[in-house]
């Protein structure tokens, strides 16, 4: 009689959390340094966090036995979600610890808005806080940008052999994934590659401008990781400058670009953008969006100066559709209708594959495209027509799939706002709250909005948001998953 084998592998998935907790204390130990070279006292609180951070780690790697090496579909969706988890768990410790502490649902709340680039923030100033832990935050965002288990691919190559295309198809935002290189971890060394050099040319030329090399590094993390933590209180707007507005500009917009595409370029293959019928789409909307702006603010009588009618609106527009939101301005005197605008941006965000938020553009034209279909089918219904984009005939079931996606990412919008509202929040903060979040955007409404913080947030609210930006880091399905009952059934 053969053995039942285990629903699933537990001891593989803590065997690998293992392995990612000591790569995590390893990033703790940057901001100690720096809080050690500015002689601040935080270098003690992230150096007591990255060892108990490494001992976890180690306790979980050497000291969990696996009778099976083998990882599947379940195993990737587990390990994915229980990661970005596990690293929030570790990653709030600093914060509670630090010079200036937070309690437990704010500082589980920053970790988990940090690691899933959200940019929301519960602390209603930065500028009092140590430069190690200013620095944590851009980092966490910069490490979850491209993805936590991406990198983990990337410096872990037996996970090539072991479930790692589930994996990378568990927290890759997209519909469909195609492997750049042959093996997946090379696929995921290429695009760390890809987002490392553009890091490291952020911060060169943030350095060159008025900015000095520690707000240059932060701001470099948090722009290409379109997340939108600053070191100042005004965010960007602080250094009042032209340079740095359109610096962060371009490399937002590169932040939201499908890194595949980047990957090919550095390769030397730059038709390959234009032939790319999302890249070309992501272009349109920028400029649709700009031009909507522009009338808007002359009607408003906002355009008191030549940045105001040209960085301003489209440092605004690239940050709200890569997700990122930061803002060089109080955007709320442009009026509702730029609001309104702002609100069509956060929901479908920028290009799959890249680390920006919100339903992605490649949803948008799945959806115009097979509603275009289903209209001319009303009057032709023998017409038998395909969805097809970059040329490709998108299967029916990639169709259907994207529909129950888009449906889903509404419902939970609403549930989400429902719940908040239940802890006296106002209706229309709570559904922008709630919005704001599972796009992974950050800005705020009301009580959240400008000059305002999360802070305002009962902490069973903040527990409710912070599911929500991991929801729509994961896209959905990897974590709605985990709460179906057939998922643990074998």
């Known amino acids: 009689m053969s053995k039942t084998r285990p629903l699933i592998n537990f001891a593989i998935i803590a065997r690998v ?4 907790l000591m790569i995590e204390a390893v990033f ?17 609180s992230f150096a007591i966090t990255a060892a108990i951070t490494a001992g976890t780690g180690a306790c979980m790697t050497f000291g969990v036995r696996s009778s099976r090496s083998d990882m599947g579909k379940r195993e990737g969706f587990l390990l994915t979600a229980s990661v970005w988890i596990v690293f929030s768990l570790f990653g709030m410790i600093p914060f509670m610890i630090c010079s200036t502490p937070l309690d437990v649902s704010d500082a589980f709340f920053e970790a988990m808005s940090g690691f899933t680039t959200t940019g929301a923030t519960v602390l209603p100033t930065v500028e009092h806080l140590s430069h190690g832990i200013l620095l944590w935050r851009c980092l966490m965002q910069w490490i979850g940008g491209m993805g936590i288990i991406l990198f983990t691919l990337a410096v872990i190559p ?33 695009l760390w590659a890809i987002y490392f050099v553009l890091t490291a040319v952020l911060t060169l030329l943030l350095w060159i401008g008025p900015m000095d090399l520690f707000d240059a590094l932060c701001h470099a993390f948090s722009s290409i990781s379109t997340g ?3 070191t100042r209180d005004d965010s960007v707007g602080a250094w009042h400058s032209t340079y740095i507005g359109i610096v962060i500009t371009i490399f937002m917009f590169l932040g939201g670009v499908n890194f595949g595409l980047l990957f090919k370029a550095s390769r030397g293959d730059l038709r390959c953008f234009w032939r790319n019928d999302v890249f070309k789409t992501y272009i349109r909307i920028i400029l649709a969006a700009y031009v909507l702006f522009l009338i808007a603010i002359i009607r408003r009588d906002q355009a008191t100066s030549i940045s105001a009618v040209t960085l301003d609106p489209l440092f605004q527009i690239i940050s709200t559709i890569t997700s990122t939101g930061l803002t060089v301005s109080n955007f709320e005197n442009w009026g509702t209708f730029v609001l309104a605008i702002l609100f069509m941006l956060m929901f479908f965000g920028a290009c799959a594959g890249s680390t920006s938020g919100g339903a992605k553009i490649d949803r948008l034209i799945y959806l115009l495209k097979n509603t275009r279909n289903e209209l001319y089918r009303s009057l032709h219904p023998s017409a038998i027509l395909s969805v097809r984009v970059n040329d490709k005939v998108i299967p029916p079931d990639i169709v259907n799939k994207v ?3 888009l449906c889903l990412y509404v419902m939970i919008i609403m549930v989400g706002g429902i719940v908040l509202t239940a802890f006296n929040i106002p209706l229309v903060d709570s559904f922008f709250s709630s919005f704001s979040c599972i796009s992974n955007t950050g800005l705020g409404s009301g009580v959240t909005g400008y000059g305002e913080s999360y802070e305002a947030i009962p902490d069973i609210g903040k527990w409710v948001l912070s599911l929500l930006m991991l929801i729509g880091r994961l896209e959905l399905f990897t974590v709605l998953l985990l709460f179906t009952p057939g998922f643990w059934r074998k």
Do not use: C
């Not at 959390?17 to 990612?20: D, E, F, I, T, Y």
């Not at 130990?29 to 270098?43: C, G, H, V, W």
């Open 228 to 230: 939108g933590f600053s």
């Open 17 to 20: 959390v293992g392995w990612l």
């Open 158 to 190: 037996m996970l090539n052999h072991s479930g790692g295309m589930q994996m990378f198809n568990a927290e890759v935002t997209g519909i469909t994934h195609d492997k750049i290189r042959p093996r997946i971890s090379q696929t995921a060394k290429g």
């Open 403 to 405: 529909i129950a996606f």
């Open 28 to 44: 703790l130990l940057i901001p100690a340094l720096t809080s050690l070279i500015y002689s601040e006292s935080d270098a003690m």
